[in-house]
């Protein structure tokens, strides 16, 4: 399956996004209100400057307390991002999420964000796509 399947599949209202100099605690109060899990950190909603997730807050919750809340989503993003296109197959992102460990990839055209996809879409696009090879593979040996 093609990233392009599981962005159709998974529908919705495009990424998310905050921008560069947001504060911490605004974007934690949208991947709270939103029930999602990464916020793109993009100036136009078009490129991604980095992506800030539930992750990076807590990791410095815990190393510094709830004043980081009043910085910077600048200062806790992760601005090395690692990316893939449309064209890409499931296997293979799941195998740069899995390497890099990490849960939420951005998907580019071009120089373009075009959406976010997450482990879990990557996993039920597998899940998906093992089961119709499952039931093909039942269907030849049945003689269907």
């Known amino acids: 399956m093609l990233v392009q399947q599981i962005l159709k599949d998974k529908g919705g209202d495009g990424v998310l996004c905050v921008k560069p100099g947001s504060s911490v605690s605004d974007a934690a109060k949208l991947l709270s209100e939103k029930r999602i899990g990464s916020v793109i950190v993009s100036s136009d909603g078009k490129s991604a400057q980095g992506i800030l997730s539930e992750r990076d807050i807590v990791r ?15 200062d ?19 195998e740069k999420m899995t390497t890099g460990r990490f849960r939420h990839m951005p998907v580019l055209e071009g120089e373009e964000m075009i959406g976010l996809i997450s482990i879990g879409d990557v996993v039920k696009a597998r899940l998906s796509e093992l089961a119709m090879e499952k039931d093909a593979l039942e269907g030849m040996i049945m003689g269907h």
């Open 60 to 74: 410095e919750l815990g190393r510094r307390g709830p004043g980081c809340l009043s910085d910077v989503v600048d």
């Open 76 to 94: 806790l993003m992760t601005s090395k991002l690692i990316t893939c296109t449309k064209e890409e197959t499931a296997l293979s992102v799941l």
